[in-house]
């Protein structure tokens, strides 16, 4: 059962529960009850070429957080039509490794902008690939207060 594989999911070490799923999109929404992290607001416009963005996460596992400063090298690309790539994403210009998926993209208010998904290598790498700030809408947006 899906529940059940994903039972040992946490957050800063809280119990992490899925409450929705967009499997063609790669984006869930998680909650976790008891989490005294402030909430991130969504964008009310999308990122341009160019603009600053930031991404904090988790890369390799590390427990602590990590933020790298980048810039968007393009807000809405569909590089190939070969499954399971063949999607739009926003590819972004800054430092990132495994375990980044799922870390938010914000801009320079602090807002999401995008989520990343996809990067090219083993290790650090210089360029990502995030769900587009319209995915990010379509999906997640009515969660976001």
Do not use: C
Not at 33 to 50: C, E, F, I, N
Not at 70 to 95: C, R, W
């Amino acid at each position: 059962r899906e529940e059940e594989m994903y039972s040992d999911l946490t957050v800063d070490g809280l119990p992490a529960l899925i409450i929705s799923v967009d499997t063609p999109g790669d984006m869930a929404i998680l909650w976790v009850d008891g989490s005294k992290r402030p909430a991130l607001k969504l964008a009310k416009h999308r990122v341009l070429y160019l603009h600053k963005i930031y991404v904090a996460g988790h890369p390799f596992g590390w427990d602590k957080p990590t933020v790298f400063e980048g810039s968007v090298a393009s807000p809405y690309l569909k590089f190939t039509d070969e499954p399971p790539y063949n999607k739009h994403y926003m590819i972004v210009q800054l430092a990132g490794a495994p375990r980044n998926s799922g870390s938010s993209v914000i801009n320079e208010d602090l807002e999401v902008v995008g989520v990343i998904q996809i990067s090219w290598g083993r290790s650090f790498e210089p360029v990502m690939g995030a769900a587009p700030y319209v995915d990010v809408v379509r999906f997640a947006g009515g969660y976001f207060g």
